[in-house]
């Protein structure tokens, strides 16, 4: 399983970013691929995930407005699209993979998890 995020960069508050979760190596279908986040000194948080199979997400509830998550499964390839961005959500971004019933369990991660490299985003105030 390869999971490659690219994306990141520094973007003035009020920006917007796309990141990209390329994936190769794997049945896409069977798989689920999320997104996810980790700021300084805090807990790794999911952002969203979705299903290859038949496209169901998952989103925090307190990002889901200014966070959309989609697939291209002609690329194999995932995006976060990330809108109105805020000094707080400067973190590493990672991409994983796990279960196609990921965004029914809320994108908990476990053993399972299969994990990119991050990439990273700065939000300037």
């Known amino acids: 399983v390869q999971l490659q995020a690219s994306g990141g960069g520094l973007v003035q508050a009020g920006g917007s970013l796309r990141l990209t979760c390329a994936t190769s190596?794997?049945?896409?279908?069977?798989?689920?691929i999320g997104w996810f986040r980790q700021a300084p000194g805090k807990e790794r948080e999911a952002v969203s995930c979705?299903?290859?199979?038949?496209?169901?997400?998952f989103a925090q509830y307190s990002l889901a407005d200014r966070f959309t998550i989609s697939r291209d499964n002609t690329k194999n390839t995932v995006y976060l699209q990330a809108y109105r961005l805020k000094p707080e959500d400067t973190a590493v971004y990672y991409c994983?993979?796990?279960?196609?019933?990921?965004?029914?369990?809320?994108?908990?991660?476990?053993?399972?998890?299969?994990w990119g490299q991050g990439t990273l985003v700065t939000v300037s105030s």
């Open positions: 994983a993979a796990d279960s196609p019933r990921w965004p029914r369990v809320g994108c908990r991660w476990g053993p399972e998890t299969r």
């Open positions: 190596g794997f049945t896409f279908n069977d798989h689920a």
């Open positions: 979705i299903s290859f199979s038949d496209g169901s997400t």
